[in-house]
């Protein structure tokens, strides 16, 4: 687990506001399929992108979704490793 995150140099990503809950679309460019996040995973990515740190990213969503900080946080910072992962993310 990083200590922040940041997004790649080669990674494009948008946000659709629109709607009732947060939908965000990344890829990685310029050959990179889209992969979409809804929900809770659009919410992550959003807090993290404007956060960068791992706790306050847990924070935020906790009082996001109106959920105690230790129920929401082993999702939270499983999905920061998995976008990881996936190049989507990268120590800052």
Known sequence: MAERYAVPDDLGWVATRRTPAPQVTIALLP???????HGASAAIWLAVVDLADPAAVVTRV??????????????????????????????A
């Open 31 to 37: 050959d990179g399929p889209p992969f979409a996040l």
């Open 62 to 91: 906790a009082e996001e979704t109106e959920q105690p900080e230790d129920v929401v946080r082993e999702g939270v910072l499983g999905f920061l490793e998995e976008l990881a992962g996936r190049g989507f993310l990268r120590p």
